[in-house]
């Protein structure tokens, strides 16, 4: 470009202020607005081509659009994964969502005895209910299991004694970024590897055991399974060599169901802090927010001098949970233990309610839905799906679920689904067989009316 063509081009820069005027009122705040007008311009500026003003605002709009998509948001998951570590894993039912609204709304007493008047313990009824509902001497929570397993490497590892015992078969990786190993070198734990991948005897563990040993170590392998030729000392058997060598023995459970998972069809049988401490296994730590169904937590449960020695680190003040989590698990323990003279239903949390429903609900609604589109260009019918639970749990768990399957007549599959995605509220599916597919395990009953308006919504911003 010649130097004078620049010159002209550059004049030609919409003023930040008279983009914004155009742009008018957004959902955004002015500062954001602002600041996105001024980096775009500015790239255009650096591109060396200005489009038209029209064209300007057109780019800026989709700009902001993109911007405010970013935000934390509600969105509709029609991906039939239960917990789904992208969308926030599990959501909270009813009440707990009412007692997070008045705690955070008013004083409460986080750290003040009511009856003496006195400074009082941080979440004393919570540790004293989730040890009830795990079957333990004694519980306490941290921010998330990740923080709950950091906190006990360090606590029961010392220069002295620094290794971990933890078999190869368990060195494992869960989601994004978790790895066994990496959080044992981030807790200044030394591993000392068990075994071979598929088999670990009891003589392995024997033979590791030493003075430099702080801790014997099990990890649930919550994200996949092995099969064939795999074989592992029962828990008994290592809790028993624990105790002979006078060593700490903690199982990382991950996920943490408290009910029995096997009694929902297509569900297999995920290990309990309560059957795991029976064993005798002296702490386990697991997830507030997968099975359990409530806040993002690390729960610790078991011995209760170790409880109470983990909760004397320094470092546990680092890691305590905030008055909204501590308010929301209390009321997700209640739930369960509310629960306990019906023994047989579910207590009343949406993910396992979702888990737990009859395929005929989900069919009636699909139906429903379908008859509601009529009007619209789009091919819908009732589909079979695949529910999941997700979260790296329960990899086996394959829940027959019903489907609201779309094939737009005049839009490809992954242009519908994106405009889905980033409309309002945000629709989440998945695309399978040459069809977009919503899988109604995961959207809420209530939710049926907003995923008619969204899919409305979708045609709509075609026409624009
Ligand atoms: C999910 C999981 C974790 C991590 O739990 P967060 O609460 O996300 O920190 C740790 N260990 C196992 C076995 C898990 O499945």
């Given at each position: 470009?010649?130097?004078?063509?620049?010159?002209?081009?550059?004049?030609?820069?919409?003023?930040?202020?008279?983009?914004?005027?155009?742009?008018?009122?957004?959902?955004?705040?002015?500062?954001?607005?602002?600041?996105?007008?001024?980096?775009?311009?500015?790239?255009?500026?650096?591109?060396?081509?200005?489009?038209?003003?029209?064209?300007?605002?057109?780019?800026?709009?989709?700009?902001?659009?993109?911007?405010?998509?970013?935000?934390?948001?509600?969105?509709?998951?029609?991906?039939?994964?239960?917990?789904?570590?992208?969308?926030?894993?599990?959501?909270?039912?009813?009440?707990?969502?009412?007692?997070?609204?008045?705690?955070?709304?008013?004083?409460?007493?986080?750290?003040?005895?009511?009856?003496?008047?006195?400074?009082?313990?941080?979440?004393?009824?919570?540790?004293?209910?989730?040890?009830?509902?795990?079957?333990?001497?004694?519980?306490?929570?941290?921010?998330n299991c990740a923080a709950?397993l950091v906190?006990v490497l360090r606590?029961?590892t010392?220069?002295?004694?620094?290794?971990v015992?933890i078999?190869r078969?368990e060195l494992v990786q869960i989601g994004g970024g978790f790895r066994i190993p990496d959080i044992l070198e981030a807790s200044g734990a030394r591993l000392?590897e068990?075994?071979?991948?598929?088999?670990?005897?009891?003589?392995?563990?024997?033979?590791?055991?030493?003075?430099?040993?702080?801790?014997?170590l099990?990890v649930?392998?919550?994200?996949?399974?092995?099969?064939?030729?795999?074989?592992?000392?029962?828990?008994?058997?290592?809790?028993?060599?624990?105790?002979?060598?006078?060593?700490?023995?903690?199982?990382d459970?991950?996920?943490?169901?408290?009910?029995?998972?096997?009694?929902?069809?297509?569900?297999?049988?995920?290990?309990?802090?309560?059957?795991?401490?029976?064993?005798?296994?002296?702490?386990?730590?697991?997830?507030?927010?997968?099975?359990?169904?409530?806040?993002?937590?690390?729960?610790?449960?078991?011995?209760?001098?170790?409880?109470?020695?983990?909760?004397?680190?320094?470092?546990?003040?680092?890691?305590?949970?905030?008055?909204?989590?501590?308010?929301?698990?209390?009321?997700?323990?209640?739930?369960?233990?509310?629960?306990?003279?019906?023994?047989?239903?579910?207590?009343?949390?949406?993910?396992?309610?979702?888990?737990?429903?009859?395929?005929?609900?989900?069919?009636?609604?699909?139906?429903?839905?379908?008859?509601?589109?009529?009007?619209?260009?789009?091919?819908?019918?009732?589909?079979?799906?695949?529910?999941?639970?997700?979260?790296?749990?329960?990899?086996?768990?394959?829940?027959?679920?019903?489907?609201?399957?779309?094939?737009?007549?005049?839009?490809?599959?992954?242009?519908?689904?994106?405009?889905?995605?980033?409309?309002?509220?945000?629709?989440?599916?998945?695309?399978?067989?040459?069809?977009?597919?919503?899988?109604?395990?995961?959207?809420?009953?209530?939710?049926?009316?907003?995923?008619?308006?969204?899919?409305?919504?979708?045609?709509?911003?075609?026409?624009?």
């Amino acid at each position: 470009m010649s130097k004078r063509n620049r010159t002209q081009s550059l004049r030609s820069i919409p003023a930040v202020e008279k983009v914004l005027q155009s742009i008018g009122v957004t959902d955004l705040p002015r500062p954001i607005v602002v600041n996105l007008v001024r980096r775009e311009l500015s790239a255009m500026r650096a591109e060396g081509s200005i489009p038209d003003f029209d064209s300007v605002l057109a780019r800026i709009r989709t700009a902001l659009r993109r911007v405010s998509l970013t935000r934390i948001q509600p969105v509709i998951n029609g991906t039939g994964i239960l917990v789904h570590t992208n969308l926030g894993r599990s959501p909270m039912s009813a009440e707990v969502v009412g007692k997070l609204t008045s705690i955070a709304a008013e004083y409460n007493n986080l750290e003040f005895d009511l009856a003496s008047g006195e400074r009082g313990g941080r979440a004393q009824y919570l540790e004293e209910s989730l040890a009830i509902l795990c079957g333990a001497e004694a519980a306490t929570v941290v921010n998330n299991c990740a923080a709950a397993l950091v906190l006990v490497l360090r606590h029961f590892t010392c220069a002295e004694r620094p290794e971990v015992l933890i078999s190869r078969g368990e060195l494992v990786q869960i989601g994004g970024g978790f790895r066994i190993p990496d959080i044992l070198e981030a807790s200044g734990a030394r591993l000392r590897e068990v075994g071979t991948t598929n088999k670990t005897s009891l003589k392995d563990y024997e033979k590791a055991v030493s003075p430099a040993t702080g801790l014997i170590l099990k990890v649930h392998r919550s994200n996949f399974f092995m099969e064939g030729f795999v074989d592992a000392p029962p828990t008994e058997a290592l809790a028993s060599l624990a105790q002979r060598k006078d060593l700490p023995f903690a199982e990382d459970l991950g996920s943490g169901a408290v009910v029995k998972t096997e009694t929902i069809p297509g569900v297999e049988h995920e290990p309990t802090p309560q059957e795991t401490l029976r064993r005798g296994v002296d702490l386990v730590c697991f997830s507030g927010d997968k099975l359990l169904g409530g806040p993002q937590a690390g729960i610790i449960a078991g011995k209760a001098a170790m409880v109470r020695s983990l909760k004397q680190e320094p470092f546990f003040r680092a890691l305590r949970c905030d008055k909204l989590i501590l308010a929301a698990l209390q009321t997700t323990v209640d739930t369960y233990l509310d629960q306990t003279h019906g023994k047989e239903s579910l207590p009343q949390l949406p993910v396992l309610e979702m888990m737990a429903m009859p395929d005929s609900q989900l069919r009636e609604r699909a139906e429903r839905l379908v008859a509601s589109l009529r009007d619209l260009p789009v091919r819908a019918s009732v589909g079979e799906g695949k529910g999941q639970i997700g979260g790296g749990t329960l990899p086996r768990s394959v829940i027959a679920s019903v489907t609201l399957d779309l094939i737009p007549e005049s839009l490809a599959l992954q242009e519908f689904a994106e405009r889905l995605r980033i409309g309002s509220p945000p629709v989440i599916g998945f695309v399978s067989g040459k069809r977009f597919k919503l899988d109604l395990r995961t959207v809420f009953p209530g939710q049926d009316r907003a995923v008619t308006g969204a899919i409305r919504g979708a045609f709509e911003q075609h026409k624009h």
